[in-house]
């Protein structure tokens, strides 16, 4: 089992910036894939971004490419999401997610979300 816990989420006006983190903690070493995802009041849940959790690939929306960096600190267990230039668009409950090398294209583990809202 792996359990994933946010943090950073809060109110910012447009153009502000917001860090989010993901702290990971289990069976880490099973990781192989960690995600972003968002939804919105009254939307569907959408990818956001991920990345491979011991190389270096990494993948984004179109919503947010060039505003939004993923990265994340291997010592610490812990992935992250830089969120610049924030739109009001981007209000939603941000979820992060993890994937095992068993199962790479299924996140079969989900944190609690933490809110982002931009006002305008």
């Known amino acids: 089992q792996v359990q994933l816990v946010e943090s950073g989420g809060g109110l910012v006006q447009a153009g502000g910036s917001l860090r989010l983190s993901c702290a990971a903690s289990?069976?880490?070493?099973?990781?192989?894939?960690m995600g972003w995802f968002r939804q919105a009041p009254g939307k569907e849940r959408e990818f956001v971004a991920s990345r491979t959790w011991l190389g270096v690939t990494s993948d984004y929306a179109d919503s947010v490419k060039g505003r939004f960096t993923i990265y994340r600190d291997i010592n610490k267990n812990t992935m992250y999401l830089q969120m610049n230039s924030l739109k009001p668009e981007d209000t939603a409950v941000y979820y992060c997610?993890?994937?095992?090398?068993?199962?790479?294209?299924?996140?079969?583990?989900w944190g609690q979300g933490t809110q982002v809202t931009v006002s305008s």
């Open positions: 997610a993890a994937a095992t090398a068993r199962s790479p294209s299924q996140y079969d583990y």
């Open positions: 289990g069976r880490t070493f099973s990781m192989s894939r």
